[in-house]
């Protein structure tokens, strides 16, 4: 028997949030997109907005095929509605970023240390990933734990956001 979205317990987003795409998300959706249908339908409804940055861009589109290239660039920029700029207030919050990771350093992607340092910079945006160890919940808080079914398989997303309690850069909105 296949869960759905809507009757799973743990399935709960928050109403009129922000979410920026990890590259694990894309992937899974250019794989499966028939899977992604009710979780879209639910960002649709609870007004959430998807958001990247050029790192995650590059490291979905990526491909030899020009074909593919051409099918992933069109999901891409059909599914996110901004891409969030890389600027010096970023740059100069990375090092701090990876001063925080510490021994958990080890293994991380540049573009998993970006996507921790935006949600970093603007705590009200959420990152949705799949990518659960790069995102130690000694820095990050874990939230919104959800599932979602393929045909052989179960991808486990969840929802994180910087540990406001120790947030110590002046709070920033969204630009856009």
Do not use: W
Not at 14 to 25: E, Q
Not at 74 to 89: A, G, H, V
């Amino acid at each position: 028997m296949t869960r759905t979205l809507q009757n799973m317990v743990d399935f709960k987003l928050p109403k009129v949030a922000t979410l920026l795409v990890d590259t694990n998300f894309f992937i899974d959706l250019f794989s499966h997109r028939d899977k992604y249908r009710e979780l879209f339908y639910e960002f649709e409804k609870k007004e959430i907005v998807l958001v990247a940055c050029d790192f995650v861009k590059c490291e979905f589109i990526r491909t030899k095929d020009k074909q593919k290239l051409e099918e992933k660039t069109k999901l891409f920029n059909e599914t996110i509605s901004t891409l969030l700029p890389i600027d010096i207030k970023i740059s100069e919050l990375l090092v701090s970023t990876m001063a925080e990771y510490s021994h958990d350093l080890d293994g991380v992607e540049m573009t998993d240390l970006f996507l921790g340092t935006f949600i970093k910079r603007y705590p009200g945006l959420y990152l949705l990933t799949r990518n659960h160890k790069d995102f130690p919940t000694r820095i990050f808080t874990r939230s919104h734990v959800f599932s979602i079914e393929h045909d052989r398989d179960v991808k486990t997303y969840a929802l994180y956001q910087y540990k406001k309690s120790e947030l110590k850069i002046q709070a920033e909105d969204i630009p856009f």
